[in-house]
């Protein structure tokens, strides 16, 4: 690899949601620390799913070094068999959602680093099959009051011995910083669970053979541990070294 920055691509659903301005600011706020920790060490892109539609979102994704994809709008529940009608549904944005679950697919069959948080785990998910749990009962992983007070839920997780989590955050438990009112359900054979908390709930999975992983929780968080984004951030950056070059893989490095 040579001494160029290495990219990384963030890929967000929405560059807003329309007549929003509270939940508009938090994204913002998410968005100015992960871009404030990932700075040192990368050049950071921004991507919109739903703007740029399949194609351009995997010619992005394919040109950078590593990629993540926020949090954001549930998933549509066509594209994993769920109910058309749930509680606490989010408007449903399908451009975005199949440009993102084509984001995933080109990441295991290339092997581009990729890291799902919150929704972005989901679309992990739902991109290899797997369903969702439509809406966890309770407040125990979201605060209700989040876009007015800035604080996420706060629950710990049970992270599993020898997985690539535990390598950068460590075994045993772990406290996160919520706001989710959905999780996977059913999980497919290529990925395994790597985190749950006591409820159960799976808090984060990764791919068996591709540098693909996703944690339910939000590190970026302005409030949370800065050295455990810092150590996700890691990972991504020893996966993107690893990675082999050639045509159409991590071309911005020789840009």
């Known amino acids: 690899m040579s001494s160029h920055r290495p990219t990384l691509l963030i890929s967000n659903a929405l560059p ?6 509270l939940y508009n600011a938090h994204v ?20 919109f799913a739903q703007l740029d539609g399949d194609r351009a979102a995997v010619r992005a ?28 549904a989010s408007r449903h944005w399908a451009r975005a959602d199949v440009a993102q679950i084509a984001i995933v697919r080109a990441a295991v069959r290339h092997r581009i680093p ?20 439509q809406d966890i009962p309770g407040t125990r992983h979201h605060n209700p009051h989040l876009l007015r007070d800035h604080h996420f839920a706060r ?34 054979g290529s990925l395994e669970v790597t985190a749950r908390s006591a409820d159960g709930v799976v808090e984060a ?28 951030l890691g990972l991504l ?6 990675r082999p070059a ?6 911005r490095r020789a840009a």
Not at 30 to 47: F, I, Q
Not at 71 to 88: I, K, L, M
């Open 16 to 21: 807003e949601r329309p007549g929003e301005a």
């Open 28 to 47: 913002d706020r998410m968005w100015a620390s992960l871009t404030a920790a990932a700075a040192p060490g990368w050049d950071v892109v921004r991507e």
């Open 61 to 88: 994704a394919r040109l950078a070094d590593a990629v993540i994809l926020m949090g954001g709008e549930d998933v549509d529940p066509r594209y994993y068999g769920g109910a058309a009608d749930y509680p606490g």
């Open 114 to 133: 990729l890291l799902g948080i919150c929704r972005g785990l989901q679309v992990i998910g739902v991109a290899l099959g797997a369903t969702l749990v």
């Open 155 to 188: 629950h710990e997780v049970a992270v599993r011995a020898g997985s690539r989590l535990a390598g950068a955050l460590g075994e045993g438990r772990v406290e996160v910083h919520s706001a989710h009112h959905q999780s996977i359900d059913r999980v497919p």
């Open 205 to 232: 999975v990764e791919h068996r053979r591709a540098p693909v992983m996703g944690v339910q929780w939000h590190p970026e968080d302005p409030e949370a541990d800065p050295g455990a984004l810092a150590a996700l």
């Open 237 to 242: 950056a020893a996966r993107a070294q690893r």
């Open 246 to 251: 050639g045509p159409g893989t991590g071309s």
